[in-house]
């Protein structure tokens, strides 16, 4: 069983940054490939990001491709989002999640992840 609590979130202007973390509980948080995805107000929980389980391999959305970097630190149990050059379109609700199955590929279908945090609202003002 892992927990993930996201935080980080906020109001920003377009143009800026924010670094959003997700911190996991539970002794087996290195072994879980981790996610990011997020949604907006009527429409459908989209993926961001992924990290590996050793932080090696990373995959990204390509609306948020060269200005976004998701990054771990398995020692502090906590994933992070390091979000640059914001753009009101990526207003949402950010979710954090773990995936327990490590795919032999990168995993960005929002239903295999096994476990969710509760959300971090970003919003982005023009």
């Known amino acids: 069983q892992v927990q993930l609590v996201e935080s980080g979130g906020g109001l920003v202007q377009a143009g800026g940054s924010l670094r959003l973390s997700c911190a996991a509980s539970?002794?087996?948080?290195?072994?879980?490939?981790m996610g990011w995805f997020r949604q907006a107000p009527g429409k459908e929980r989209e993926f961001v990001a992924f990290?590996?389980?050793?932080?090696?391999?990373?995959y990204y959305a390509d609306s948020v491709k060269g200005r976004f970097t998701i990054s771990r630190d398995n020692a502090k149990n906590t994933v992070y989002l390091q979000m640059i050059n914001l753009k009101p379109e990526d207003t949402a609700v950010y979710y954090c999640?773990?995936?327990?199955?490590?795919?032999?590929?990168?995993?960005?279908?929002?239903?295999?992840?096994?476990?969710w945090g509760q959300g971090t609202q970003v919003t982005v003002s023009s």
């Open positions: 539970g002794r087996t948080f290195s072994s879980y490939a």
């Open positions: 990290i590996s389980w050793s932080g090696g391999s990373t």
């Open positions: 999640a773990a995936d327990r199955a490590n795919w032999p590929r990168p995993n960005t279908i929002w239903v295999e992840y096994d476990y």
